[in-house]
T-cell receptor
Framework: EPEVTQTPSHQVTQMGQEVILRCVPI?????FYWYRQILGQKVEFLVS????????KSEIFDDQFSVERPDGSNFTLKIRSTKLEDSAMYFC?????????????FGPGTRLLVL | GESVGLHLPTLSVQEGDNSIINCAYS??????FIWYKQESGKGPQFIID?????DKRQGQRVTVLLNKTVKHLSLQIAATQPGDSAVYFC??????????FGTGTRLTIIP
């Protein structure tokens, strides 16, 4: 069964450093998403991406964040200058169509720890 | 906006019994709801969804009920098994692509 994959599974970085989290969505999916989950808290939407541009973003997704689809398979989330409060699990998701007609499938997540 | 909350942070059920996990949402314009299961160290896994034009939907051992009048939905798991132990989230969508998640209920199946 096709699945969303994410790398790395764990990332430790120093505050102020840049990190890039990588995702390979399911191959025939057209909509891509990033969510984060701070330890013990709910999953929070960050951004959705379609047709090579951001289609929706939350207030969490400020200028420190960016997303890119550099090739036909990868979808990345970059955090330019990490802060302690960026420590969280980051989940990538993809869907074949808009979520109102098709559900999103989540990857296993990248656990980011900012020291 | 939308806020979604679950009624109980934890729930313990005897193996073989049925379990019910409840969720409330705030925005009456929410038109699509999903239940996710999250096992330790893994991403949310789709269980079942329901659109606002329905009040009940059944899957394999799971049933979702939607009561739009009181903005409440529930997930029923029949004949629970040890593998059902996980955190369960409901999520709501209000026209668009942003899913709003609840805080989660940790379901523990007691052997």
């Amino acid at each position: 069964e096709p699945e969303v994959t994410q790398t790395p599974s764990h990332q430790v970085t120093q505050m102020g450093q840049e990190v890039i989290l990588r995702c390979v969505p399911i191959s025939n999916h057209l909509y891509f998403y990033w969510y984060r989950q701070i330890l013990g808290q709910k999953v929070e939407f960050l951004v959705s991406f379609y047709n090579n541009e951001i289609s929706e973003k939350s207030e969490i997704f400020d200028d420190q964040f960016s997303v890119e689809r550099p090739d036909g398979s990868n979808f990345t989330l970059k955090i330019r200058s990490t802060k302690l409060e960026d420590s969280a699990m980051y989940f990538c998701a993809s869907s074949e169509r808009k979520v109102s007609r098709e559900t999103q499938y989540f990857g296993p997540g990248t656990r980011l720890l900012v020291l | 906006g939308e806020s979604v909350g679950l009624h109980l942070p934890t729930l313990s059920v005897q193996e073989g019994d049925n379990s019910i996990i409840n969720c409330a949402y705030s925005n009456s314009a929410s038109d699509y709801f999903i239940w996710y299961k999250q096992e330790s160290g893994k991403g949310p896994q789709f269980i079942i969804d329901i659109r606002s034009n329905m009040d009940k939907r059944q899957g394999q051992r799971v049933t979702v009920l939607l009561n739009k009048t009181v903005k409440h939905l529930s997930l029923q798991i029949a004949a629970t098994q040890p593998g059902d132990s996980a955190v369960y989230f409901c999520a709501a969508l209000v026209k668009g692509e942003k899913l709003t998640f609840g805080t989660g209920t940790r379901l523990t199946i007691i052997p």
